[in-house]
C-alpha cells in the first residue's frame, strides 16, 4: 500500500481531471501548444477564465509554458498527462 501522504496527492490530482474546463483545455493542448487568447476562441471562453484554469494545471505540474516575446505558449508537461486522459477515455468507451 503507498503511503498515506502518496494517496492523498493522488486523490488531489484526480481532482484537477474533475473539472469540465480543464478537460477541454488539456484536449485542445494534446494537439498543438496554444496561448490564452486562441484558447479561450476555440473554447468559446473568457481569457480570464481560461487563465485561472490553466494556473490549476501548472501548479499540478499537467501543463507548461513557454515565453515567446510578449506571448505565452501552453502545452502538455508530459506524456503522462496523454496517458491519463487517453486511459480515462478508453475506459469510458469500453
Known sequence: M????????????YKVFGDY????IMY???QEEVCVQDLAEILDMTQSAVS?????LKQNKL????RDGKSV???????????????G?????E
Open 2 to 13: 503507498p503511503s498515506e501522504e502518496l494517496l492523498i496527492d493522488l486523490a488531489d490530482l
Open 63 to 66: 501543463v507548461r509554458a513557454r
Open 89 to 93: 477515455k478508453e475506459h469510458l468507451e
Open 52 to 56: 485561472h484554469q490553466l494556473k490549476i
Open 28 to 30: 485542445v493542448l494534446l
Open 21 to 24: 474546463s480543464r478537460i477541454r
Open 73 to 87: 505558449f501552453y502545452s502538455l508537461a508530459d506524456h503522462h498527462v496523454r496517458n491519463i486522459l487517453d486511459m
